[in-house]
């Protein structure tokens, strides 16, 4: 575009003695409009700027601008709705008394899909929004190609002043079918908006039973996210809400399942006072919300679940495997004792497997509190049809027989300790007979490195004249000075890994546990690969002090040196795979 012409369109100048505005408008109508890298013609850049006047005078000259688009497909008119220019936007309505081109302008789309309405609305420009509301209500506003509606972006952002004026200017304004098929509901509830979402709750009530794409309605994401105050809005409207699953026809849940998974008993109470029966609801796997409470680890929904009598057969209810929730427990290996100590949890029950809670608990892997959970499954006193079976693989079933019903017990925990015990003395004796030779590389470097300390390379000043006699005569080089740290930091690595190996003696003549044994080896191991390294930056240091004057030799040996760490990293990395 002609500098003088974007200038002149930037700051508003219609004209003066030396630029007439008509005059350039009148040369780009006859040879094409001039327009800026992004394709923004004059109207654009006049409509960016929020120059009105400059806007209404380009158009009584030259209207067929109005529906200019540039490279992203937008008018100016889309470009003053996103910036909330509101006199632009006025201004560019102003110009057009042909309804038919004015209604045209408003339902163009950008690139995206994106009316003026939609720009507006995701700027959160009020004014903006009213006014092209109010010069197009017939329109319906349909969504942009990420099928998000002017009413759905409005509900998501919680913009509640332009939902509200479009709800009420907008005679039949789109809402259906917005990203992951969610309705403006969905969007108001999930981003917690409530005051957008009262305003659609009365404006369009059925709104609460439509589904996402994975099944879930607004009420699902109000339980989800803990806002009783919408869900009991929604279910003193239709109680029949809180039946109706959420997910797919094979994997779905419903309202107290959702609430019994985020451990929100409140939530339960709420959904429970309108639809007392609803505790009875099972998910595609045939599981209670006492189930799902034990799956997702929630004992207090656990515990507030087994407070009433009205709900006790919800212990021994099976799902689609023949789990009943305490079997669930005993998988987890967590202890739940009010549901163990149940009068329900007692009565004998098997799974599709035939597993008792018992056989489950023996079988886990888990380690939490899972002691304590076996013993109180075995105070039951009954432990199902493996019972036989399960006492040849485990000492610690009591025998029916021991009168103290301890000694089973007592004799697999002597085993269990024999067990441990043995593996700990061999982990310490294989930890043992590696410092072993540790030892010897550590007594080795110190004492190459305190050789080193007193035969410097170059050599001591030994003229008796001189000042520094004594001294070493490449004390003022860099390389010698490293040589000199290395060398040092060497030999004191070297001698805390051998305090470190008497240490790891002591703790075994002791009978220290193997835990310390390790944590000793591990840094008397890590001093070790510190006093290598520095071992071998000083040699390669030292080398290069006492050759300097022979640049490309002292240059090979320090590449030489160096190969000692890649050879190392190489071992490791095969080691490692």
Known sequence: MDP???????????????FLLADHLRRDEEKGYQVTPKGNTILHVAALYRHSHFVGEVLKITPALLCCQNKKNETALHIAANEGHTEVVHALLACVEDHNIKKKLMRMTDASGDTALHKA????????????????????????????????????????????????SCKKPTYAAGPSNRTPLHAAVIQEHKDCVRALWQWNKPLCEEPDLWGWNSLHYAVKLGLEDIVSDMLGWKKSLVYLPAGSENDWTTAIHIAASEGDVNMINELLNHSPDCWEMLNS???????????????KVVRSLLTFEKWESLVDEPDIDGNTPLHLVAASGNHVPELINHPRAKKMSFNKEKQTPLDIALFCT?????????????????????DFEVKRKFKYIPNPKDETGTGGKMQQR???????????????????????????????????????????????DSDPNSPNKG???????????????????????????VFTYFAMGASVISATELTVVDRLYKIATLLQLVAMSAVVIAFITGMYATLAHSVGLAVSICIIGCISFI???????????
């Open 366 to 386: 888990a380690t939490t509190k899972k002691e304590k959970l076996v013993a109180d499954l075995c105070s039951i006193g009954r432990f199902g049809q493996r």
């Open 285 to 299: 796997n045939s599981q209670n919300a006492l189930h799902v409470a034990i799956l997702n680890n929630q004992e």
């Open 471 to 497: 001294m070493a005569i490449l004390l003022r080089r860099t390389a010698f000075c490293a040589f000199v740290v290395t060398d040092a930091i060497a030999f004191t690595s070297s001698a805390i890994a």
């Open 4 to 18: 003088t012409l974007y200038n002149a369109a930037m700051r508003g100048n219609i004209g003066d003695g030396y």
């Open 567 to 577: 050879m190392y990293v190489c071992v490791t990395a095969v080691l490692g795979s």
């Open 121 to 168: 609305v995701r700027s959160q420009h009020l004014d903006v929004v009213k006014l092209l509301v109010k010069e197009d209500p017939e329109f319906e506003f349909p969504a942009n190609h990420a099928q998000e509606t002017p009413l759905y972006l409005a509900a998501e952002s919680g913009f509640h002043y332009a939902m509200i004026n479009i709800l009420e």
């Open 414 to 460: 002597e085993d269990d300790h024999d067990k441990t015990n043995k593996a700990d003395q061999t982990e310490v004796e294989n930890i043992m007979k590696a410092t072993q030779i540790h030892l010897v590389v550590a007594t080795l470097i110190m004492t190459v490195t305190f050789t080193a300390g007193f035969t410097l390379p170059g050599g001591f």
